[in-house]
């Protein structure tokens, strides 16, 4: 199948991509064939996010789009700031970057559906539960398109009786929009040598619940942001807490994964913040609808990779511009979508030659685009505050502090990152955490949770977590780390169990949820992520 443009992934930034690229072709009344490939079984079923949008770039791409419907129902009316101690809270002010005044709190996957609409009606086409699993070659080097994973094949590797094969999609330009950590995207980044000259990206393990809360406790629009307990103070990350419509509130729990201490585990340690004295309250006689979790990039300008090479591009995440101290990614996404559409635009002659389909061109114009935009001075703004933390929470709250009221981004240095995979430290050197059983209450186990994302993968098909070495797991994580992956995860895929009476890794890889977490903090790398058969994975309703 040719396409002028092939889109991978139907986030919000393949899909402004879509539509910015679409508008475009109109209004100089051009004909431009555009395709949006979507693993997930719709648009939006693996979409997560807090989430607050801040609805800058939705008014560039589409002004009128209250008028259109789009799902942004519930202005942001009230921010608060809290330092949670182990038994109380302290009120802090607001920093600068989470002031959230003209921001809605929305659900990602529902305006994602509503912009696969808009993309639609300009004649964009999208295929969801269509996985891309093969980057495609010209005989020069350059990228000529993707194709999507077969289907119906075995455990042993051999076409069952459902067998289909996949199909190639070739474009003129394939952009890569496949979210934080693509598996596309880590091999375009060893081919090209993307990440050469820039800081190693660095990364977030957010989990998130939705639920339905008694009336008397809810308070639409209301924002409620925490740092502290029970985090120790030498490990990034914090909590949101945003009250939606219909008396639902979207709780989540977002810990860096440069964290050191391989027994922590992130799922525990958000089942424990909901035991809070402040936080508990709120749950208490609610009901728990939804559950997911997702890897973000919090690299910021700094780990930014070269974004394009010949034959396409990365936008969105899977590039990494999430403003980390505001929290939001959406908005940046989006702007590096409409940007990129419009260097692609001038990229592509009006019409297509056949004898030289221009497969080898690059947009060198996008990243030169980026840096004269809204979108670099935001991040170039508030480059040194993530980092700043790397020396623990005292500190990073200081530097934050001066880098927003102080240097307001003109410091002039730019601070690096680490490897997440690099920190994580030996089992001996950190003392174990005890978890609290969950009550049932407002804490639960792993299993039930990953029942209320409707995850599914056909249990017939290959696993998608591959291992490079299956003898690393025991001779090395468990021997040195304990065995992390069993905590990091926050699906319970991992289990060391009992083999003749030694100990083995258990991959139950039917409950991966796609957050990407093992792909990242494996500490020897050694865990491969690979897309499974299109439209496997979560079910996200509303996250």
């Given at each position: 199948m040719k396409f002028d443009v092939v889109i991978v992934g139907a986030g919000p930034s393949g899909l402004t991509m879509g539509i910015r690229l679409a508008q475009l072709a109109r209004e100089q009344d051009r004909e431009l064939t555009i395709c949006i490939l979507e693993k997930g079984a719709e648009v939006g079923a693996h979409i997560l996010s807090g989430a607050v949008i801040e609805p800058r770039t939705l008014d560039e791409l589409i002004p009128d789009w209250k008028e259109k419907g789009a799902p942004l129902h519930v202005p942001v009316k009230s921010d608060s700031f809290k330092f949670l101690t182990a038994k109380g809270s302290i009120s802090m002010p607001t920093p600068p970057q989470m002031h959230n005044e003209g921001n809605y709190i929305i659900s990602l996957g529902n305006l994602c559906r509503w912009l696969a609409e808009q993309a639609e009606d300009l004649g964009v086409e999208i295929f969801p539960g269509f996985a891309a699993a093969e980057v495609l070659y010209d005989d020069g080097g350059a990228v000529r398109g993707v194709a999507t994973g077969d289907m119906g094949i075995g455990k042993d590797g051999k076409p069952g009786e459902n067998y289909q094969p996949g199909v190639e999609l070739i474009g003129r330009q394939t952009v890569f929009a496949e979210g934080c950590r693509g598996s596309l995207t880590g091999e375009l980044m060893r081919k090209f040598d993307l990440r050469d000259g820039v800081e190693p990206q660095t990364y977030g393990i957010g989990i998130k619940e939705i639920w339905e809360v008694k009336p008397e406790a809810h308070d639409e629009g209301a924002a409620l942001h925490t740092i502290g307990w029970p985090l120790k103070s030498d490990t990034y990350g914090g909590s949101f807490l945003y009250h939606a419509e219909n008396n639902q509130v979207a709780v989540g729990f977002v810990i860096g994964l440069d964290y050191r201490n391989p027994h922590l585990s992130p799922f525990e340690e958000f089942q424990?913040?909901?035991?809070?004295?402040?936080?508990?309250?709120?749950?208490?006689?609610?009901?728990?609808?939804?559950?997911?979790?997702?890897?973000?990039?919090?690299?910021?300008?700094?780990?930014?990779?070269?974004?394009?090479?010949?034959?396409?591009?990365?936008?969105?995440?899977?590039?990494?511009?999430?403003?980390?101290?505001?929290?939001?990614?959406?908005?940046?996404?989006?702007?590096?979508?409409?940007?990129?559409?419009?260097?692609?635009?001038?990229?592509?002659?009006?019409?297509?030659?056949?004898?030289?389909?221009?497969?080898?061109?690059?947009?060198?114009?996008?990243?030169?685009?980026?840096?004269?935009?809204?979108?670099?001075?935001?991040?170039?703004?508030?480059?040194?505050?993530?980092?700043?933390?790397?020396?623990?929470?005292?500190?990073?709250?200081?530097?934050?502090?001066?880098?927003?009221?102080?240097?307001?981004?003109?410091?002039?240095?730019?601070?690096?990152?680490?490897?997440?995979?690099?920190?994580?430290?030996?089992?001996?050197?950190?003392?174990?955490?005890?978890?609290?059983?969950?009550?049932?209450?407002?804490?639960?186990d792993r299993n039930s949770s990953v029942y209320l994302s409707g995850t599914y993968h056909e249990e017939n098909q290959p696993a998608h977590l591959q291992l490079r070495d299956a003898s690393v797991p025991i001779a090395l994580n468990l021997e040195k780390y304990d065995a992390p992956e069993q905590r990091y995860c926050p699906a319970g895929v991992y289990e060391i169990v009992q083999v003749d009476g030694k100990p083995a890794l258990q991959i139950n890889a039917q409950n991966c949820v796609h957050c990407k977490t093992c792909d990242i903090k494996d500490p020897s790398q050694n865990i491969h992520w690979v897309v499974p058969e299109g439209g496997g994975g979560p079910a996200y309703p509303n996250m």
């Amino acid at each position: 199948m040719k396409f002028d443009v092939v889109i991978v992934g139907a986030g919000p930034s393949g899909l402004t991509m879509g539509i910015r690229l679409a508008q475009l072709a109109r209004e100089q009344d051009r004909e431009l064939t555009i395709c949006i490939l979507e693993k997930g079984a719709e648009v939006g079923a693996h979409i997560l996010s807090g989430a607050v949008i801040e609805p800058r770039t939705l008014d560039e791409l589409i002004p009128d789009w209250k008028e259109k419907g789009a799902p942004l129902h519930v202005p942001v009316k009230s921010d608060s700031f809290k330092f949670l101690t182990a038994k109380g809270s302290i009120s802090m002010p607001t920093p600068p970057q989470m002031h959230n005044e003209g921001n809605y709190i929305i659900s990602l996957g529902n305006l994602c559906r509503w912009l696969a609409e808009q993309a639609e009606d300009l004649g964009v086409e999208i295929f969801p539960g269509f996985a891309a699993a093969e980057v495609l070659y010209d005989d020069g080097g350059a990228v000529r398109g993707v194709a999507t994973g077969d289907m119906g094949i075995g455990k042993d590797g051999k076409p069952g009786e459902n067998y289909q094969p996949g199909v190639e999609l070739i474009g003129r330009q394939t952009v890569f929009a496949e979210g934080c950590r693509g598996s596309l995207t880590g091999e375009l980044m060893r081919k090209f040598d993307l990440r050469d000259g820039v800081e190693p990206q660095t990364y977030g393990i957010g989990i998130k619940e939705i639920w339905e809360v008694k009336p008397e406790a809810h308070d639409e629009g209301a924002a409620l942001h925490t740092i502290g307990w029970p985090l120790k103070s030498d490990t990034y990350g914090g909590s949101f807490l945003y009250h939606a419509e219909n008396n639902q509130v979207a709780v989540g729990f977002v810990i860096g994964l440069d964290y050191r201490n391989p027994h922590l585990s992130p799922f525990e340690e958000f089942q424990r913040f909901k035991n809070h004295p402040v936080i508990r309250p709120l749950f208490e006689g609610g009901k728990r609808i939804c559950y997911g979790a997702r890897a973000i990039s919090e690299g910021g300008l700094q780990s930014i990779p070269k974004l394009t090479f010949p034959g396409g591009l990365l936008i969105g995440d899977t590039a990494g511009f999430l403003n980390v101290p505001k929290i939001k990614g959406t908005h940046t996404a989006m702007k590096s979508a409409m940007l990129a559409a419009e260097a692609v635009f001038e990229l592509l002659p009006a019409q297509y030659d056949e004898a030289n389909p221009g497969a080898a061109l690059e947009a060198t114009a996008y990243p030169e685009k980026l840096e004269q935009s809204w979108l670099w001075q935001e991040l170039h703004k508030v480059r040194n505050i993530r980092p700043g933390f790397h020396k623990g929470l005292w500190l990073g709250l200081v530097n934050a502090a001066l880098e927003s009221y102080i240097f307001r981004g003109k410091a002039p240095w730019t601070m690096g990152h680490h490897a997440d995979h690099e920190q994580i430290g030996h089992k001996s050197d950190y003392p174990k955490i005890e978890y609290p059983k969950p009550d049932g209450v407002v804490s639960f186990d792993r299993n039930s949770s990953v029942y209320l994302s409707g995850t599914y993968h056909e249990e017939n098909q290959p696993a998608h977590l591959q291992l490079r070495d299956a003898s690393v797991p025991i001779a090395l994580n468990l021997e040195k780390y304990d065995a992390p992956e069993q905590r990091y995860c926050p699906a319970g895929v991992y289990e060391i169990v009992q083999v003749d009476g030694k100990p083995a890794l258990q991959i139950n890889a039917q409950n991966c949820v796609h957050c990407k977490t093992c792909d990242i903090k494996d500490p020897s790398q050694n865990i491969h992520w690979v897309v499974p058969e299109g439209g496997g994975g979560p079910a996200y309703p509303n996250m």
